[in-house]
């Protein structure tokens, strides 16, 4: 099937953490829910939301005494929330952490003078950044030195 087709349909997903091992279909795909999750998270109405809820809560406090199970509720729910937005929050950085991986290395690939070992950076070791920033850093100096 041709990229641009695969990549178009919504509800097709190749995990890329276990795309060497099976393809994913997930209805809706998790990715996809992700995508909306947190950008329905990330609105300032969402922002509103959370906001009136913890205002709720401490206004509900005198009613119920400031009791411990009063304090649980805030601490249970927020707990909760939080660790399933950390797994929503990284599907989506993954997600677009690749895409723009790809653009990246379109743009490499296209450009003649430029060096293929640069197509595959996300997968070299530590130390082999660190060398090739220095070289960065050295063609930097070069260039100010002649203008």
Same mark, same amino acid.
């Given at each position: 099937?041709?990229? +641009?087709? $695969?990549?178009?349909?919504?509800?097709?997903?190749?995990?890329?953490?276990?795309?060497?091992?099976?393809? &994913?279909?997930?209805?809706?795909?998790? @990715?996809?829910?992700?995508?909306?999750?947190? *950008?329905?998270? *990330?609105?300032?109405?969402?922002?509103?939301?959370?906001?009136?809820?913890? %205002?709720?809560?401490? !206004?509900?406090?005198?009613?119920?005494?400031?009791?411990?199970?009063? +304090?649980?509720?805030?601490?249970? *729910? @927020?707990?909760? &929330?939080?660790?399933?937005? !950390?797994? &929503?929050? +990284?599907?989506? +950085?993954?997600?677009?952490?690749?895409?723009?991986?790809?653009?990246?290395?379109?743009?490499?690939?296209?450009?003649?003078?430029?060096?293929?070992?640069?197509?595959?950076?996300?997968?070299?070791?530590? /130390?082999? %950044?660190?060398?090739?920033?220095? /070289?960065?850093?050295?063609? #930097?100096?070069? #260039?100010?030195? $002649?203008?």
């Amino acid at each position: 099937m041709d990229l +641009q087709k $695969r990549c178009a349909l919504p509800y097709t997903h190749v995990s890329h953490a276990f795309s060497m091992f099976t393809e &994913v279909k997930f209805v809706p795909s998790f @990715t996809e829910w992700a995508r909306r999750i947190a *950008g329905l998270l *990330g609105s300032p109405c969402a922002f509103a939301a959370a906001c009136a809820m913890v %205002l709720a809560w401490l !206004v509900s406090g005198p009613i119920f005494n400031y009791s411990n199970t009063w +304090q649980l509720v805030i601490n249970t *729910g @927020t707990t909760i &929330v939080t660790f399933l937005m !950390v797994f &929503v929050l +990284q599907n989506t +950085q993954n997600h677009d952490a690749r895409a723009i991986h790809l653009k990246l290395d379109e743009i490499i690939k296209s450009s003649k003078d430029a060096r293929n070992k640069l197509i595959d950076l996300e997968h070299c070791t530590d /130390q082999e %950044l660190d060398e090739l920033q220095i /070289q960065f850093e050295e063609f #930097r100096s070069r #260039r100010a030195e $002649r203008a």
